[in-house]
């Protein structure tokens, strides 16, 4: 793949590569694997952006699990708004449940504000995250993350299932936006 792609209107170039991001996911997967060895936790997917660092790490989990997804929505192009829908909802009895939520990223945190509250009014066990990227910088929310695969800065991404109006969440690499 080339070192550089245009994606709509926008130039991105090559950041992290396939090999560096096995590397994180397999990282993630250790910490995950020692956290849930006693437990069978519910492994839930945050649609759309986590499909692929979600079945890279499931490929890699030890654990039993079970898996759901819930989808919801806070980007516009480029931009996170301070607005989250849920699009898809989990139709799981969840209550007294250990959860792990995964994600493709945490910038804002508005997403993870969100789902940590949902989750919790649903009476769950506990609440924790798997996050391939992190942008440290960007995150002001008082939740901790507990998994992260690699601290990036405060860039936009795309690839490995993160994208730029829906385009480039096949990319097997991670590229940053050049303008």
Known sequence: MSEIITLGDKKFVKYISEKEIDEAVSRVAEKVNKEYENDVPLVLFVLNGAIIFGADLLKKLTIQC??????????EG??????VRE???????????????????????NTYEYLVNMLKSKNVKDVKLAALTYKPES?????????VG???????????????????????????VTE
């Open 66 to 75: 079970h898996v759901a997804c819930i989808r919801v929505k806070s980007y």
């Open 150 to 176: 690699m601290s990036i800065p405060n860039k936009f991404i795309v690839g490995r299932g993160m994208d730029y109006n829906e385009l480039g969440r096949n990319l097997p690499d991670i590229y940053q």
């Open 78 to 83: 480029t931009k996170s708004t301070a607005n």
């Open 87 to 109: 699009v898809v909802g989990i139709e799981e009895n969840i209550e007294g449940r250990r959860i792990l939520i995964v994600d493709d990223i945490i910038d804002t945190g």
């Open 139 to 147: 995150y002001k929310k008082p939740y901790p993350i507990d998994f």
